[in-house]
């Protein structure tokens, strides 16, 4: 009965602690219980109470995997396996090394195995690091900052850390398997050295300053639209765009020099072209949309970028939505001038294409998005990730989502939900600085590696030895690591 409940707790609060409007605080907490219990259990309940409570904390996800995105069965079917065989290796292997006495590398090394899922899926699949626990704690600025040296991977691990250090703190009254203490001492370390680390850097980040440069004025609009944009010539094509031309020129009276709209607004061709451009670019202002531009057989994602001299620049969406994209062709160039880049919605699920931006001088990303109305708030929070991960302001306006403008700390300088919404953001920084993150890449991955090797070694040392696999926790002797 006491491991139902725990595999109901650690579901309930792994429910809560993941998916689309994830309560930080639970995240740390959803693997305790499951670990607790795992101590007085046999391997194969311990495996059976993970799955239950994986299964739970997923039920929030399944209905946007199949409704939302549109994935096929076999693709939902595959994401649930990863998290679940991350969520049972974690488990079983802190609880083998918990009862070996081994409560540092528990807690110092076990958390690599589910960083190294998360990494090896954000390349394996088509999603880039969509899939990240890390997301649950984009409003913790102070835990946030981690990802300016490490990338999401960083904070992962410590959500797996936590947890895994506090069980072996609730149960250090105990005695391990082999003689040793529950580890208390160890336990208690680890939390402190986490705690004080993590603590440091984020001190240290949060008090930096980006570089003296004269603040921007922005201003962001999304109207309620199609997913695929409303040809420009049609009758509604040109009434949304009789919408957006007042709105975008109330923003430049309002002082904004950079105006951004979402993503696919509108259809155009190389004929239809001019009567967008003509209309929006009646301001003193640059203005970012995007549209579907159809062109030689082919059509592409893009945002067009209109400067007031009468210039047009093309960028081209290189990260496509699977299934729902697939009518569309990739680019593959950035687009940078000066400080500010260019990249549409989906582009900035993938860490190293914002890096690549960073490293050609960008110091403000220009985000046309579109989102799907429930994910508004975790699409969002992952742009404001990739601007911590690498120094930079993101300002970002999704048609079904959230207008955000976020700076280099992580820091909202404005947002508002999207649907006939507009945002004047006045001084938004238009400098940064170069993080570890942007300018080493993922390294922490690579620990993880070396980690998980001395993780799995401990174990099977203890097993090629003979040790006991008895349930029972004897007397103590000396602890060790």
């Not at 993970?50 to 039920?59: E, F, M, P, R």
């Not at 540092?104 to 990494?119: D, F, H, K, N, R």
């Not at 005695?175 to 001190?203: D, E, F, I, Y």
């Not at 709209?261 to 640059?286: C, I, M, N, Y």
Request: with cysteine.
């Amino acid at each position: 009965m006491m491991t139902i409940v725990a595999a109901l707790l650690s579901g309930l609060l792994w429910l809560g602690g993941s998916g689309l409007h994830p309560v930080a605080a639970l995240t740390w907490l959803a693997p305790v219980p499951l670990i607790l219990a795992s101590l007085r259990i046999r391997p194969r309940a311990a495996l059976g109470a993970t799955v239950l409570a994986w299964s739970i904390g997923q039920l929030g996800m399944v209905g946007y995997y199949l409704d939302t995105l549109r994935l096929p069965v076999p693709a939902v079917a595959g994401v649930l396996v990863l998290g679940l065989g991350l969520a049972a290796g974690t488990i079983l292997l802190a609880r083998a090394l918990l009862l070996r006495g081994r409560t540092v590398t528990a807690v110092l090394a076990v958390p690599s195995l589910w960083v190294l899922g998360e990494y090896g899926a954000s390349h394996l699949f088509p999603h880039g690091a969509w899939w990240s626990l890390a997301y649950s704690q984009a409003d913790v600025r102070p835990v946030i900052q981690v990802t300016a040296l490490t990338g999401v991977w960083g904070v992962t691990y410590l959500l797996l850390a936590v947890p895994i250090a506090l069980a072996a703190l609730l149960g250090g009254v105990r005695r391990t398997r082999v003689g040793r203490p529950g580890g208390l001492r160890p336990a208690v370390a680890c939390l402190l050295a986490l705690l004080v680390g993590t603590g440091a850097w984020s001190a240290w980040s949060l008090g930096r300053s980006p570089e003296p440069a004269a603040p921007l004025t922005v201003g962001l609009v999304a109207l309620r639209q199609p997913e695929d944009g409303l040809p420009i010539d049609e009758p509604a094509g040109r009434d949304l765009l009789a919408r957006y031309v007042p709105r975008v020129a109330r923003l430049a009276d309002g002082g904004a020099r950079v105006v951004v709209l979402p993503e696919k607004v509108f259809g155009v061709t190389d004929s239809t072209l001019p009567l967008l451009v003509d209309a929006l670019r009646q301001t003193e202002a640059r203005v970012v949309v995007g549209a579907v531009l159809r062109r030689a057989g082919t059509a592409h994602n893009v945002a067009l970028v209109l400067d007031p001299s009468g210039t047009v620049t093309t960028y081209a969406k290189q990260h496509l939505i699977p299934g729902l994209e697939d009518w569309l062709t990739p680019g593959d160039e950035a687009l940078v001038d000066g400080r500010f880049g260019v990249a549409i919605c989906k582009d900035l699920d993938f860490p190293g294409l914002v890096r690549r931006y960073r490293a050609q001088g960008a110091t403000v990303l220009l985000v046309p998005a579109l989102d799907f109305t429930s994910d508004g708030w975790l699409h969002s929070r992952m742009a404001l990730v990739r601007g911590v991960e690498n120094g930079l302001t993101v300002v970002r306006a999704a048609a079904s989502g959230r207008l955000t403008v976020t700076d280099a700390g992580g820091r909202l300088w404005g947002e508002d939900s999207a649907g006939d919404a507009e945002l004047l953001v006045t001084a938004a920084p238009t400098t940064g600085w170069r993080t570890v993150y942007s300018r080493t890449g993922d390294w922490f991955p690579l620990l993880s590696v070396a980690l998980l090797v001395i993780a799995v070694g401990r174990v099977r040392r203890r097993s090629a030895t003979g040790g006991s696999s008895g349930r029972r926790w004897p007397r103590p002797s000396a602890d060790r690591a």
